[in-house]
């Protein structure tokens, strides 16, 4: 003791630098000859007395030494356990508005503890303190990244800590409202939000399903249970209770919840039934619907309308996230069962008579489908003040609208009418709020109905054809943007895109926060911005002249070994990926198509991932554009480069064949090559290709000259076809499937020939060629009438 004292009067001593008796702390701590007992939690709770970087860092070095981390009973007590703690939360509250790198590194001590063996002993025995601990360092973090990192540490609510029977009570008590008030304060972040979910889950709702299970059952079994279910029971009172909380707060605690008991358990039914109990808590009168009992434990003394919409809307979007299952059926009612009962009872969250109020909606609702059908508007006799007023009874009646949305919803024929009369004779306000009303119908139908891509298809042709005006309308609803916006054609994007960028100071924080989660949107304005910026650029800013000059180094590019960076050009090719390329110029996109086939031809064989990355994105920039390929390159080495070298070389040969239909002309080269290589596999099979596209020719309306044309290719392909295919000597699998076009097209072969290739042909059963002698085998049953010899003995031959 003696010793101690001599120790921290030395350290204490305010005449020596402070710098200098860090030193002499330190040594005092790594010295193994200093005979004092618990040393270590003497000089740690000197060390954390001073409130500076310097003594800071010190307490972080110790209290992550493995040293420390390995201390027992014997190396600190209690008390000195408590003293630290306290020691290291003041210094955490203190520092709380100080500058990062100090908050910073009080906020490492208190976690630091977390992870040594003699604390976590210590807070087994005290819950209580251990959970207000966690919320400590909850509270002061203040960073989504190094939030994330605390909740994924095994320490942080420890198997070990959360297993005791007792740790739930001081869980929702102490931690739960934290937690809940990161959500709110990090909404933007759903990693978090997930993260924070899984932390409930392990602390309330793992080991613990039976109970839960057994608790909710109980609401809608028949037969009584002395089940006590003590932590389901104290759930629901948390629940209940945190109702009388400010809206934001229910909505999150509501939200958090459920969603860690949706994650928790894959038992649907018990998710389902959980979903009612809690709507029964928040005021809506379901008991009769599933003949519950005992739900009055359950019933708030006074609820609020609006607070109760709000808790419900969170749930139900919960519920969807984790699981489609509107078909379930608990006591034969399903969800949109459920759903219809809620809004029928949507205003009657009191004990109202409960037909007299159907009654009553039934009447408003004929009321007001009446009203809204009997407005008549005529541009040369509606004058502006007649405009304002009925602007001013339909914002009045918006009310009325969401109370009975779905009864005027089963009256389509009042939409049409209203919607006609409005386009063809109203003004600007009356066709804006028109699109308004469009889209809660749109969102309406959602709640209800799956498919709703026939709507949604209708909605947005509608906002195409007035998009000058209601672009705006877009913009201010989230479900829009998410519903209508992949429906509406590319140009009408690009404008709206243009309309954001020249009155972006006028839209407030929800339009850009809607704007910011749209990736089409913001390719759209990917390519406006492109678009405008200056020419200095750019080395050139005249699409012809850049086609032109991607023409020239095409033809200029070379095959021989060349060096190339493959993790900068990956990183340059992806960054050409991110470009809006399908909204920009036809050139434009020649451009990027000239400049990938080039990039492919000088790459060779040195990178496969790089030829497998441009060769993806040549097929799907070919899926896109409108014009053929053939416009650009020459047909014959265009053919020969893709054959040849092209890994996907019959995906590409696939998309160049189908861009081409409506201009065969173009496609005079790929024949002549075709037949002058027909000998080898890849052009056999890219022979093949055309043909299935002839098939799909002859279904176009041609001219006399095309048809003439297309025939004469077919001609030479077939003709070169069976040469090859009939040539004598052994049989190879891929000739199988060409003959069968041979078979189709070219009636010249003799029947001796047909049964003998066919006989041979049907009894080859590798791998490759069982595709060929499937339609082969069809081919011929298909032509019957030439294939005389085709009876049950040839069929019943094969066995596929």
Known sequence: MALAKKLLHVLDDSDEPLAKRIKIAENAFNSPDLPLQHKEAILLKWSLKHNNVDGVELVNSWLQSSHFKEFNRNDISNEDVQAIMQLVLDNLGKNKNEDNIIRNKCLDSAISLLEIRIFQQYFKQSLEEYCSFLATIIKNISDTEQFLKFLKKEYAFSKGIIAEEEFYVHFLNICLPVLTEATIQFASDDKLFTEISKVVQRCIFYRNFKNFEGFINKFFDQEATTEKYPVPKAVFKYISNAYENNLIESKALYRLLFDAFCAAYDKFDVVYKC??????????DVKELYGLKKVS????????????????????????????????????????DLLQKMLVTFMGLTNANKQSYVTYMEILSSLTCSVLSSVRMAEHTITQTV???????????????????KALLSREHQWS?????????????????????????????????????DLSLDVAQNFSNTVEESWKNI???????????????????????????????????????NIMESQLLLNALNYVVFSVITSDFFILNDDDALLKSAENAY??????????????????????KMFPIIYSSENMQKFYLLYFFALHKDIGSSSNNLKTSIESIIIGLLQHVKFSLLTIFDAEKLCFQIISSFDRYESTFQQITDGSIRNMALYEGCITCLVKNMNTPEYLKCATIYLNCYYKMKKLKQTPEVKALVNEQKTQICDKMEKVVLKKGPLKSHLIGAYAHVFKNSPTTSEEKDREFANFALQDYSADAVQGALLLFSTILNNKSRAKYVDDEFLLKFNF
């Open 275 to 284: 979903f009612i109990l809690l709507n029964v808590i928040i005021g809506y």
């Open 297 to 336: 434990k359950l019933s708030l003394p006074s609820t609020t309308i609006t607070k109760s919409n709000e808790i419900f809307l969170e749930l139900l979007s919960v519920l969807c996230k984790h699981s489609d299952s509107n078909d379930f059926k608990v006591n034969e009612v399903t969800i949109t």
């Open 387 to 405: 405009v304002e007023k009925f602007v001013k009874s339909m914002e009045e009646m918006k009310t009325v609208l969401k109370h009975f949305g």
């Open 417 to 453: 009418l209203i919607y006609e009369r409005i386009t063809n004779f109203g003004e600007k306000p009356c066709k804006e709020l028109m699109q308004k009303i469009f889209i809660q119908k749109l969102r309406a139908k959602t709640i209800f109905e799956k498919d709703i891509e």
């Open 475 to 513: 913009m201010l609803d989230k479900f829009a943007i998410k519903n209508l916006l992949g429906h509406i054609e590319p140009q009408f994007i690009v404008f709206i895109a243009e309309n954001v960028l020249n009155n972006f100071d006028d839209l407030d924080k929800q339009q850009r926060q």
């Open 555 to 576: 033809n200029s590019s070379s095959v021989s070994d060349i060096k190339i960076n493959e993790t900068k050009l990956t990183q340059n090719i992806d960054y050409l």
